[in-house]
């Protein structure tokens, strides 16, 4: 099923998303109608709270992007309670869009390395290093689990920038071509 992408504004979006009891009734579903929500909307990873739930949990398929990135070929995870354990000192500067923020586009310095821990969808623990854009993509959805978004992380006069921007997809004046809900309904 095709959930509604919540849009920046919405409260959930700056909760701190609860721990995943691995027993959460109807996680298989949820994780299905979060690929096929984030397939739907065009992206490559989706976090709990941007469908409304707040949880710990994001999905990710960088396959779409293993061209021009190919450390993201075959990039699938289901990402429980994941927790980003150590991040490299080197960062890169690259573009980042977002569904909760449609048409917002700007670079953010993300580190170019971390190691992630997580429980996957079949209730094993996993612990991997994920490098460059497939790691940027990790940073994203995490942040969304500690209600951060990606324009938190942007230099101070960009953020002003895009202050216009963002408050018209908080009053719902933004157009997507995917099911969305923003603050006021």
């Not at 992408?5 to 609860?18: F, N, S």
């Not at 018209?168 to 969305?180: D, E, L, P, V």
């Amino acid at each position: 099923m095709i959930l509604p992408v919540y849009l920046y504004g919405h409260p959930i979006l700056r909760e701190e998303a609860q721990e995943v009891p691995l027993d959460y009734p109807s996680l298989t579903e949820w994780v299905s109608n979060m690929f096929a929500t984030m397939y739907h909307a065009e992206g490559v990873g989706l976090a709990a709270p941007q469908v409304g739930l707040s949880l710990r949990l994001v999905v990710i398929d960088g396959d779409p992007l293993a061209e021009t990135y190919p450390e993201c070929k075959g990039f699938r995870r289901v990402m429980i309670n994941p927790v980003i354990l150590r991040s490299s000192r080197e960062e890169v500067v690259l573009e980042e869009g977002c569904l909760s923020l449609p048409g917002i586009h700007e670079k953010v310095p993300r580190a170019r390395q971390i190691e992630v821990e997580y429980t996957d969808e079949h209730g094993q623990g996993c612990r991997e290093v994920v490098s460059d854009f497939a790691a940027r993509i990790v940073q994203h959805e995490c942040e969304h689990l500690n209600g951060i978004v990606f324009t938190d992380n942007i230099p101070a006069i960009r953020r002003q920038l895009t202050k216009g921007k963002l408050n018209n997809i908080a009053k719902g004046n933004s157009r997507c071509r995917y099911k969305t809900r923003c603050a006021g309904r």
